[in-house]
């Protein structure tokens, strides 16, 4: 039942430039981790076609701790009236907000700035600066048939953790520029009856695959196996080797109220 990235449909490269810099721990709303160095680079990843995508920063902002900025990642091949990144509502998962990707000489068209960059779909205001911690994602929902995002910035070389406490409806990307694995993903105060981590269908954002996190002890009581993980929702695979590309994520539903999803550490695997 495993499934490799390339599936997908995403193309992604990536290119680093490793620094040394003092840091300091940190702890955000969501976001609890240490950095002690960095590398630093960018990323792109091609959306060709693939119209709803769950996606967010695999970089953080070199100039914060912690966080990431809209104006860290850049669009290319996108129609400011066919094509949204959207921030969704945790409660419901309706689009709080709308972001569009304008040119200098649409912004400059539209009487709303000069700027290259992102700005709210209500009232054209530029969001380049909008900061959001590191592991935030979005949908997508794209008109145009050839969108690419490039991300930079800084990787954090010590795993983290995304607390999802009180969110049901939350878009988890691979906040790291590299493939990682569900098997390095685990999670706290989960049951495998109420929450599901959902892989979404770019054609139409429905569920194609549901993957549910079982304790060893709860796999042999279904009699699936023995290892804590990630199982599918259908004939309960084991999922460890699922492979899932940079930036690239899903959305879950969580009936629980006390999510924890632990991340893997990055820099010493580039």
């Known amino acids: ?28 709303a969501q976001i609890c981790f240490r950095r002690r160095s960095t590398s630093v680079g960018y990323a792109s990843q091609d959306l060709s076609n693939k119209k709803y995508n769950a996606v967010g ?17 850049t669009a290319t091949g996108w129609n400011y009236e066919n094509d949204e990144l959207r921030l969704l509502n945790p409660a419901n998962s309706v689009s709080t907000m709308k972001f569009l990707w304008l040119t200098a000489a649409e912004a400059e068209e539209l009487e709303v700035g000069n700027k290259a960059g992102w700005y709210d779909d ?16 979005f949908l997508t ?33 691979n906040a ?16 495998y009856e109420n929450d599901e981590l959902r892989l979404l ?20 009581e279904l009699e699936v196996g023995d290892k804590a993980g990630w199982y ?13 590309t940079p930036a690239c994520g899903f959305l879950t539903s969580l009936g629980s109220k006390s999510v924890k999803i632990n991340l893997p550490a990055a820099i010493n695997t580039l």
């Open 1 to 28: 039942m495993s499934r490799p990235h390339s599936e997908d449909g995403f193309i992604f490269s990536a290119h680093f430039c490793k620094s040394t810099v003092p840091l300091r721990v940190i702890s955000a």
């Open 57 to 73: 920063f695999c970089f953080a902002n070199v100039n914060a701790d912690g966080v990431a900025t809209l104006g860290d990642v």
């Open 122 to 137: 209500e009232d054209y205001e530029y969001q380049n600066l909008r900061e959001f911690d590191l592991g935030s994602g």
């Open 141 to 173: 929902s794209l008109g145009s048939k050839g969108v690419s995002f490039t991300y930079s910035g800084q990787v954090y070389d010590q795993a983290f953790t995304i607390d999802c406490s009180g969110r049901k409806y939350n878009v988890i990307p």
């Open 176 to 191: 790291l520029p590299r493939d990682i694995t569900l098997g390095e993903i685990s999670v706290t105060g989960w049951n």
């Open 201 to 220: 269908n770019p054609a139409n954002s429905v569920s194609t695959m549901k993957f549910l996190w079982l304790t060893a002890a709860e796999a042999a």
């Open 232 to 244: 599918d929702d259908e004939d309960y695979q084991y999922q460890a080797n699922f492979s899932v």
